[in-house]
């Protein structure tokens, strides 16, 4: 308990001053797109040293991209992400639910990029400050939006499901949970309602080939004690008849040390 605890208090403190900020934009006044879109620029960094040593790794190969600083690789990422769930997420979907939303500007921004715009939008996650963080950005906008808390080491999402289609996501974490539970994907599941789901993640080395992309992921992700079983876990749910993928991007995009693959899954019927 008090891991868990001591957990969802550095969630707390790593949004703390993100708030402050991001109360300071909503009096200025504004709309959602406006103060999302102000708010992300402000408060990303001037360079991403990690890509400017290590390389950033676009469709499984590393480049060099110097002159291209944080907030410019920062809106790649968000353009890849939002038009891969595009593809997928149903067009009369009724409830989207995003586990582990931070203060949910993935969920916003699918909502303002075409996706279901009558759906429940629903931001699951562990820490109270960016829950309400996301509360005051949805209140911008007329979208359907509710939030509640997470444990995304023993994950439990039925009380959040209210939909009759349901689509659920991840982008970056599984990542923090070093071991999933091994029924990861039967709880994913085992509600019929919930029709199918994507995952943002970084750790295709763990059913990849060794390429270079996957070998210096392994070694970066594995010394920091980041997750080492969803791929192996998503894998074994298709074997086993759970779910079926339908696309499947190794390293996508991001810095070389923990590219984001992109995984996408509908449940057997």
Not at 47 to 56: I, L, S
Not at 172 to 183: N, S
Not at 257 to 263: K, W
């Amino acid at each position: 308990m008090t891991e868990r605890h001591d957990a969802v208090a550095n969630y707390d403190a790593r949004y703390t001053a993100e708030e402050v900020a991001l109360e300071r934009l909503i009096s200025l006044g504004g709309g959602l797109s406006q103060v999302l879109t102000t708010f992300e620029r402000q408060s990303s960094p001037g360079r991403d040293e990690t890509a400017d040593k290590f390389g950033y790794v676009l469709g499984n190969e590393t480049y060099k991209l110097p002159s291209l600083d944080a907030a410019t690789l920062l809106w790649l990422g968000r353009l890849i992400t939002r038009e891969f769930l595009l593809r997928h997420i149903p067009s009369d979907c009724d409830q989207i639910i995003e586990i582990g939303a931070g203060y949910g500007p993935i969920l916003f921004h699918l909502w303002l990029g075409g996706a279901p715009r009558t759906a429940e939008y629903c931001c699951l996650e562990p820490s109270q400050v960016a829950r309400h963080m996301a509360r005051r950005l949805a209140s911008l906008a007329p979208i359907r939006f509710t939030d509640d808390t997470v444990d995304l080491a023993d994950l439990n999402i039925r009380s959040a499901i209210r939909g009759r289609k349901v689509f659920v996501y991840t982008c970056g974490a599984a990542v923090a949970v070093q071991r999933l539970p091994e029924d990861i994907f039967d709880r994913l599941t085992d509600d019929p309602r919930i029709v199918g789901g994507a995952h943002i993640e970084p750790g295709a080395w763990q059913i990849g080939d060794a390429t270079p992309a996957n070998l210096a992921a392994r070694d970066y992700l594995l010394a920091y004690g980041r997750n080492e079983n969803f791929f192996l876990l998503l894998k074994r749910a298709e074997r086993e008849g759970i779910l079926r993928i339908d696309e499947f991007t190794e390293n996508a995009w991001y810095h070389a040390l923990a590219p984001f693959s992109l995984v996408a899954w509908s449940r057997r019927y």
